[in-house]
């Protein structure tokens, strides 16, 4: 039996955009960038089950996207929505250093109008650049 309670809602959700599918992937991507899913909760509900670690070849096509399109989302979409597609979609289980680059391109190019989106690079920046260095260490 369904769960009617938003709580019921969010874990549906998570559990949809899990799904190691390529055509789920890509109608959650289509969602996230159009109508989305309803509330904040939803929305943050469904992105936090569209990343995982373990499908990262499935998602290997949406890490160029979402640096192609966040700068956009953060000028076209309230805050809210925008530090929740950030949070959600940036592909932080890919600890590599095309990720730090990418993410430094990034705030390189962002302005300083968009002091949400900088800071938000910042931290990702710092915390990729610790992982980084710590599995080097870990590797030697």
């Not at 559990?15 to 509330?39: H, M, Q």
């Not at 700068?71 to 590599?96: K, N």
């Not at 300083?112 to 590797?139: P, T």
Request: with cysteine.
């Amino acid at each position: 039996e369904r769960d009617p309670s938003d709580r019921g809602q969010r874990a549906q959700l998570r559990c949809e955009t899990a799904v190691p599918d390529a055509g789920v992937k890509a109608d959650a991507w289509e969602r996230f960038n159009g109508e989305g899913y309803g509330s904040r909760y939803l929305n943050q509900a469904a992105m936090s089950g569209f990343n995982w670690t373990h499908q990262a070849d499935l998602l290997a096509p949406y890490v160029d996207t979402f640096f192609e399109q966040v700068g956009g989302i953060f000028v076209e979409r309230d805050r809210e929505f925008a530090t929740v597609f950030y949070g959600g979609l940036f592909p932080r289980y890919r600890v590599e250093q095309d990720t730090l680059d990418r993410a430094q391109a990034l705030l390189d190019e962002t302005p300083e109008e968009q002091a949400v989106l900088q800071r938000m690079l910042r931290e990702v920046i710092d915390d990729l650049g610790r992982a980084i260095a710590c599995r080097e260490f870990a590797a030697s």
